[in-house]
């Protein structure tokens, strides 16, 4: 086949042999215990993954460029195989300082291709989250996913800010972000919310445990307790007591 005729999605087809042929059945039997929701594993373990990706990346940079390489794991994140999704992260990640707002709408499109926490998790928090601390202006979407009816939408919201957190921004964004999640009953949207105020509490204790205290009242068990994980113990107490 000549150079010309290669394309990203014989590039992501090749990947996916890869994949396909490298793993392991009895870790992917294994890695269902994870997850509530039926998945495909081809069961590979993460470091092997993460390694087998960077070689991928560097290849193609050096051959095709930054726009072929986006392309590439645009296609490998339409697919259903977990570890496919995560090699599409794994492809991007060290790269999300160079991008546009063009490859922030990709992205955001990707969430409606997520069907469990690993698959939001990678996209989110290694993706889209430092491109949102990098450029605080599109915080926009941040409200916009808050409000969708889509609970991965509404855990995108959370987990997009834990990388400003962890550099003291955004703490009246999260706290206008608490105030519309605060009382969603959907599991993965809470553990999404206590896990961003866990690294607020983490990153500025000082101004974070008053605002714990207020919500507390109204705050589900789940939020409250993961938001506290870090605090010293008598602080923890004092958050979690009944008001």
Known sequence: MTKRAITPRYIADHIRRVLKDGGSA?????VQHFFKEEIQSRGWYTAELRKVAVGFRRAILKERGQEFLVRVANQLFSGDVLEEKAFA???LETLTGEFSDREFQLLE???KRISNWADHDGLV???IAPMIAAKPGRMGSVFRWAKSKDRWHRRAACVALIQGTRQKMFLSDIKRLSGILLCDQDDMVQ????????ETAKADAKRTVPY???????APRLVLRTACETLPANVRKRVLQTP
């Open 26 to 30: 009895p870790h992917a039997e294994g």
């Open 89 to 91: 992260v794994f492809l």
């Open 109 to 111: 499109s990707w969430l």
């Open 125 to 127: 928090h290694y993706l």
């Open 191 to 198: 553990k999404g919310l206590g896990w961003l105020l866990r």
């Open 212 to 218: 714990l205290m207020r919500i507390r009242a109204a």
